[in-house]
């Protein structure tokens, strides 16, 4: 099969614009993509795009320029941006298509996301009695996986510490300014033994691709970055999710560990090949447990990992070097194509002041979140 | 003084109180709450272990946002664990009884009803949790 091409990335800066809305990002997105890629709207054959909660991403053609085109709109939670890009690489693996867009946007209120019992299949006690935070969801997962495989607090800071650091040197990162250790572990208790450094925040934010075949690349003369695996999977049995009144005490897998092992087999590599990843990190906890989901390392080694730097910019698998949700933030839509932007971004050479070292050839990206979803993609140049 | 549970069908009282799940007609797996609506025909009604073991636990900082979180006004950290029930099933609910600093994996722990809120007429809400008991492994 030839391979799906990413021609062009464009991307809304993250964090908080005032007077701007998800759309009005998720449009400026598309054309800084067009912009990228060399090419117009109406030479754009399809697209997919979502939001979580910021709006149907097909009235951007209004915005855009009413072509005609097919434009699908994308709502599957936190994997909305990954099942956007899975879909329209699908659409030119098909033959049906040579050139699209995949479009994820958000713009979440300020504070915690607020869910409410009954859209999650849960009876109204379980919300007033106070367990409907995913931060106690996060704490426990962690706290959990702490005790089994010997992971400190303080490596749950260096986490942290990363993050704020490589977020100082990306431009469309929201918290720019680095943060240290000790502020990271001394800073308020959240939910034991997460502090307020370690949580990622709702936020805004806009990214699009541009995709292609590879005749169609080729033909436009780019340096073509090729997209060799999308997947997206959901939970298996056991598996440990956000909202749960009780858990089956036969634990099981992940729905990481699947888009994972499935990424890999679909791209022909493994975890070693990987020269620059970017991990789920809505608090440094998911980055930890998700080194080991996806493969990277065995459950417990992550505590050596981090004491040696192995995932900072200089290291041997650098992590989230854009400062991953923990310096951007989290728009639900946007999160997981903001992954692949970066790492294309590293892939061309382009990360400046956060540029891994090198020369990377192969990146990996992963999503994860509620209820039990994750994407993965590969790309290779 | 009158008492009302949060919701009706999740625990029976008495000197030592249990949790009522439901066991999977087909599965044999049990889970907590016991189900209602059309998906509670494929469950049997089950008395859940009343003691058991901490499988983790967290702490809630600050006040959740209401709504949902329907608790006292005035605002206390309470401490959320799941607990492993032997064989059966791994529950979530409120821990009492050991500051919030010495809560530890693996300790032994007993089905507790708990005061949750007391309402403007004098009624006591209750709700499940649990409390450190004797080791008995």
Not at chain 1, 6 to 33: E, N, P
Not at chain 1, 318 to 339: H, K, M, W
Request: include cysteine; glycine fraction near 12%; proline fraction near 6%.
């Amino acid at each position: 099969m030839s391979d799906v091409c990413i021609v062009g990335i464009g991307i809304h800066r993250f964090g908080r614009t005032d007077g701007v809305t998800g759309l009005d990002m998720g449009v400026a997105a598309v054309r800084s993509a067009l912009a990228d890629a060399g090419v117009e709207w109406p030479d754009i054959q399809f697209a997919y795009g979502g939001s979580d909660a910021s709006g149907n991403a097909d009235t951007m053609v209004s915005r855009l320029g009413q072509t005609g085109l097919q434009f699908i709109n994308v709502k599957n939670g936190c994997a909305t941006g990954g099942s956007a890009l899975f879909t329209a690489a699908s659409s030119i693996q098909s033959g049906a298509y040579e050139l699209g867009v995949a479009v994820g946007f958000d713009k979440h209120p300020r504070g915690a996301f607020d869910p409410k019992p009954a859209e999650w299949g849960l009876p109204d006690w379980y919300g007033d009695a106070g367990y409907m935070l995913t931060t106690q969801f996060f704490a426990t997962k962690i706290r959990r996986y702490m005790e089994l495989h010997g992971i400190s607090q303080r490596t749950l800071g260096l986490v942290a510490e990363k993050a704020y650091a490589n977020g100082a040197l990306a431009e469309h990162a929201w918290r720019r300014a680095p943060v240290d250790l000790d502020t990271i572990l001394a800073s308020q208790m959240v939910s034991d033994p997460l502090t307020k450094f370690m949580f990622c925040s709702p936020a805004e934010g806009a990214v699009a691709l541009i995709l292609a075949s590879e005749r169609k690349a080729r033909e436009m003369g780019a340096a073509p970055i090729r997209l060799k695996a999308a997947t997206m999977r959901t939970r298996p049995p056991g598996s440990f999710e956000v909202f749960a009144p009780s858990l089956d005490v036969e634990r099981g897998g992940t729905a990481t560990a699947l888009a994972s092992r499935a990424a890999f087999e679909a791209a022909g590599v493994g975890p070693e090949d990987i020269d620059v990843a970017q991990l789920q990190d809505t608090e440094t906890g998911a980055e930890i447990m998700h080194m080991a989901e996806n493969g990277f390392c065995a459950d417990g080694e992550q505590e050596q990992w981090l004491a040696e730097g192995r995932t900072r910019l200089d290291g041997k698998l650098p992590v989230n070097t854009d400062g991953g949700c923990l310096a951007c933030g989290e728009p639900i839509g946007a999160s997981g194509l903001r992954q692949v932007y970066e790492n294309v971004i590293q892939l061309r050479g382009a990360g400046g002041a956060r540029q891994v070292g090198g020369d990377p050839k192969t990146a990996y990206s992963h999503v994860y979140g509620a209820p039990g979803v994750s994407a993965v993609t590969i790309l290779t140049r | 003084m009158a008492t009302r549970p949060i919701a009706e069908g999740l625990f029976e009282g008495g000197p030592q109180p249990r949790l009522i799940g439901g066991r999977h007609r087909d599965s044999g797996k049990y889970v907590f709450p016991l189900p209602s609506g059309a998906e509670a025909a494929d469950y049997d009604e089950a008395p859940l272990s009343p003691t058991g073991r901490l499988w983790s636990y967290t702490v809630q900082r600050f006040r959740p946002k209401s709504p949902p979180y329907a608790g006292p006004e005035a605002f206390e950290p309470y401490v959320v664990g799941y607990v492993e029930l032997p064989g059966q099933v791994i529950v979530e609910g409120r821990l009492v009884g050991c500051a919030l600093d010495d809560w530890r994996i693996g300790m032994a722990l007993r089905t507790v009803i708990l005061p949750f809120l007391t309402e403007e007429d004098g009624t006591t809400i209750t709700i499940h949790g649990f409390e450190p008991a004797e080791d008995q492994a």
